[in-house]
């Protein structure tokens, strides 16, 4: 019998999970490759981003979703504040998913490699989407009335131009992968961890949403939308731990872990047929 077990906190990684490392420094590699490639190459849409802002600016007001204005407008009652929603978004983003993998990799290899898959499923999903709905960012949108705080505050990933930036495809606001790969480290730490604080780290994609709204990269669309496209990848690929569970076995085990009677066990071809054995009991008058 098994039993889905997470693994404890304080034993040792299984080193035979563990990948090896040449290889996923080249996949982790990639997927950040791929991730900025598949960006740029969604350029160019600038008419349909604009229009598609609008169609998501409207949805949002007639399903009365808070307003992204609200949100900046706490930040701006402080330029300290506003620069380090600003300093957050173009630094944690990065680093913060680099430094999840690399723990897991060494401290929690199998939930390593089920982040890593789902991190690279989510980041195909959200750039396929950005391919088929190109989207302008709300700090883009006349129609929401909101501050550029990268270019006005700094400091900023992005150039002053979004039509001709090179560096990174401004029209890819749908679904925000800030938000997606937040909640991805929160919610890996959390299950490959047992401490009582653990639930702690749901506030990196919840700093994240209020950072992203709040400076006007995203809609609350960008963040709900990627959720969903999470949900379903965690549906997917789910994580495949099992543990055989020996505290729980009825009888007591012998050498190596095994049950008792495990090596006792006749074949099914050497169960006397109950037909039979009354047979043969009348027959010999109940002898043996």
Do not use: C
């Amino acid at each position: 019998m098994t039993y889905a077990r997470s693994e404890p906190a304080d034993r040792e990684p299984d080193t035979s999970a563990r990948p090896p490392l040449v290889r996923e420094l080249l996949l982790v590699v990639g997927l950040f490759v791929d991730y900025k490639l598949g960006r740029q190459a969604a350029n160019g849409h600038v008419e349909e981003a604009y229009r598609n802002a609008g169609h998501v600016w409207d949805f949002e007001r007639a399903a009365h979703l808070p307003s992204e204005g609200a949100v900046q407008g706490a930040l701006l009652h402080s330029e300290t504040l506003i620069r380090l929603a600003n300093t957050y978004y173009a630094t944690v983003h990065f680093p913060a998913t680099l430094l999840f993998l690399a723990w897991l990799y060494g401290r929690r290899p199998r939930h390593y490699v089920w982040s890593r898959r789902i991190l690279a499923a989510l980041t195909g999903a959200a750039l396929a989407l950005h391919l088929l709905f190109p989207l302008a960012p709300p700090r883009m949108l006349p129609a929401a009335g909101l501050v550029d705080t990268g270019q006005v505050y700094g400091p900023t990933v992005y150039g002053d131009t979004p039509a001709t930036d090179s560096m990174a495809n401004q029209f890819a606001a749908m679904p925000s992968l800030h938000f997606g790969w937040a909640l991805m480290v929160a919610v890996g730490l959390i299950v490959a961890t047992r401490s009582r604080w653990r639930w702690l780290w749901l506030l990196h994609p919840l700093v994240t949403l209020l950072v992203i709204v709040g400076t006007a990269n995203h809609y609350w669309l960008d963040s709900i939308v990627v959720s969903a496209l999470l949900a379903v990848t965690f549906a997917v690929l789910r994580l495949q731990r099992t543990e055989q569970v020996r505290g729980h076995l009825p009888w007591p085990s012998g050498a190596g872990g095994e049950p008792a009677l495990a090596g006792t066990a006749l074949p099914m071809s050497h169960v006397p047929d109950p037909a039979v054995s009354q047979a043969y009991a009348s027959s010999s008058g109940g002898r043996p």
